[in-house]
């Protein structure tokens, strides 16, 4: 079945370490998207990709950089720059075209915590 | 980006319908409306979308008001898999910017 995969589900890591989170899809969908969601709270946007090669940052993309050098993977990389990295952080991936009305469809996401 | 507006939590018995509210009073013509909700420690699950007219699906129905300020996720007999964040966003366009508030809450009382 096609759908979306994070990974690790959990990671720890020490204050001042990046960590990437990966992300992979075998939907064939063009549009990708890394978000983040504290306790009791919504999802916010990191940033989000159109197309392979191309990405443009979200609501809050300080801290955070990613790269889009093949359709399947959009791995988001938090920085030691991030001041609260311990969070919740999901991947969705979409269809192009007809952008508004393409469901996102999400992976399970990543369950980060910095110490 | 347009706004959506949702309660915080609502209520329901098993085996009940639920109406969950959306109102989006700002929202443009090209905009869709989703609906998606999201089980604890889960990734959201898309649940229905539609743009002017009523929708059904095995999940959901929704219902969209004529002047399209707001919609109505309707869900015909909540079980207690119901229970979930439900969330109420606005897709518009070729805009890939897509703005996620709280939601709603919904407890189903067995």
């Known amino acids: 079945d096609g759908g979306i995969t994070q990974s690790p589900k959990y990671l720890f890591r020490k204050e001042g370490q990046n960590v990437t989170l990966s992300c992979e899809q075998n939907?064939?969908?063009?549009?990708m998207y890394w978000y983040r969601q504290d306790p009791g709270q919504g999802l916010r946007l990191i940033y989000y990709?159109?197309?392979?090669?191309?990405?443009q940052k979200g609501d809050i993309a300080e801290g955070y950089s990613v790269s889009r050098e093949k359709k399947e993977s959009f791995p988001l990389t938090v920085t030691s720059a991030q001041k609260n990295p311990t969070a919740f952080y999901l991947c969705?991936?979409?269809?192009?075209?007809?952008?508004?009305?393409?469901?996102?469809?999400f992976g399970n996401g990543t369950r980060l915590t910095v110490t | 980006d347009a706004k959506t507006t949702q309660p915080n939590s609502m209520e329901s018995n098993e085996e009940e319908p639920v109406h969950l509210p959306c109102n989006h009073s700002?929202?443009?013509?090209?905009?869709?409306i989703h609906w998606y909700r999201q089980l604890p420690s889960q990734g959201p699950e898309y649940v229905i979308h539609?743009?002017?007219s009523n929708v059904n699906n095995r999940m959901a129905s929704l219902a969209i008001a004529e002047d399209r300020k707001s919609s109505t996720l309707i869900l015909h007999r909540a079980t207690l898999r119901d229970a979930a964040v439900y969330y109420c966003?606005?897709?518009?366009?070729?805009?890939?910017?897509?703005?996620f508030g709280k939601g709603t809450l919904l407890t189903v009382n067995p």
């Open positions: 969705a991936s979409s269809k192009a075209e007809g952008v508004g009305g393409s469901p996102l469809h």
């Open positions: 990709s159109q197309i392979v090669n191309d990405f």
């Open positions: 539609g743009l002017t």
């Open positions: 700002t929202i443009s013509g090209t905009d869709y």
């Open positions: 939907l064939n969908h063009d549009a």
């Open positions: 966003i606005l897709s518009g366009g070729s805009n890939y910017k897509l703005t």
